[in-house]
């Protein structure tokens, strides 16, 4: 794809702006040198309106953390259109920092980052160990099967005293009710030795997370934009990627879960030109670039790994299935 179609989806970020991936062995992002011989790797401007007269922006806690998941150019977009969260809780052992949450009106997406504030407190932010779980903020009643979770800890995400994690949990499907506030809530499970009558050996323990949660945003804050397949089915595309959720969704059961395979992924323009979201040089696992659930299953996502302008975007191509206005 040559440099000037790429533009035309992108809002024509020029090549100072080109930024690597990071890859798996860790690497902090840094500039590239040269252009990338497939073409220009950016993140796109957010065609988000922002109100006369305001400049200044919230940048990011964890802004190196984050854009582990977002790129730097990325995460310097998320600042600019005012999608820096923010919100920390700390209970004297550990705190959480929300860096950033955003809703396509089908999935939450973000970054959370816990942080160690007491040396014993650091073995206990180990992604191996913490756990969440997603509840009715109301009565803490379990929402379960959710369709989401987190994930992360990746290279330079995670160092002694840190880890920042990517989380993506559904507004509503037939599980969750999406009237209600839903509150993601940490703790770690403790071996007792006895079982609890259904096989578990483990409890719950709060020890060095009383008090740390956050409530769920569910309302969108993010340019979006409804694409279309021949059969009727619907995929919401926003800057960060595409998803797909029915509220008829249900759970499979006694079926084992398998992973999606993604064959084909192209963002395509209004003028045709097309970036292949599969074959962007890449330098090893982009970690923004996840996916969730299958297509056409009720209950799908996919992050493309960079930002893009929506606006700019007429329709999306996955697995062969093209999905237009």
Request: one cysteine or more.
């Amino acid at each position: 794809m040559k440099e000037q179609e790429y533009m035309k989806i992108t809002g024509g970020i020029d090549e100072r702006f080109v930024n690597e991936y990071p890859a798996n062995s860790g690497r902090k992002v840094t500039s590239l040198k040269k252009r990338a011989t497939i073409g220009i790797i950016v993140a796109a401007a957010m065609a988000i309106v922002i109100p006369a007269g305001v400049f200044a922006f919230t940048q990011l806690t964890h802004r190196e953390k984050v854009s582990v998941y977002y790129t730097e150019e990325g995460v310097q977009k998320l600042e600019e259109n005012m999608l820096a969260n923010g919100y920390t809780v700390e209970n004297g052992k550990i705190r959480l920092t929300v860096d950033v949450e955003m809703c396509d009106g089908n999935f939450i997406q973000g970054v959370y980052t816990l942080t160690a504030l007491t040396d014993d407190a650091k073995e206990h932010i180990n992604t191996m160990t913490t756990r969440t779980k997603l509840v009715y903020a109301d009565t803490g009643e379990w929402i379960y099967p959710v369709g989401g979770g987190s994930e992360g800890g990746f290279g330079p995400a995670m160092d002694d005293d840190e880890v920042s994690i990517t989380f993506l949990y559904p507004v509503n499907n037939a599980y969750i009710d999406g009237s209600r506030t839903k509150r993601l809530v940490f703790f770690e499970y403790a071996e007792t030795g006895e079982s609890d009558g259904y096989g578990n050996m483990v409890v719950e323990d709060y020890t060095y997370y009383e008090g740390i949660y956050f409530d769920l945003m569910d309302e969108v804050n993010v340019p979006t934009k409804t694409l279309r397949s021949v059969d009727g089915t619907e995929i919401v595309v926003s800057p960060y990627g595409v998803s797909q959720l029915d509220e008829n969704w249900a759970y499979p059961e006694n079926e084992s879960l398998t992973e999606m395979s993604i064959d084909s992924f192209n963002v395509i323009s209004a003028d045709g030109e097309v970036i292949d979201i599969l074959s962007l040089p890449f330098e090893g696992r982009v970690y923004g670039l996840s996916f969730h659930g299958e297509p056409g299953s009720g209950n799908f996502s996919y992050g493309f790994g960079i930002v893009l302008n929506v606006d700019g975007i007429s329709s999306v191509e996955i697995n062969g299935v093209t999905f237009t206005e």
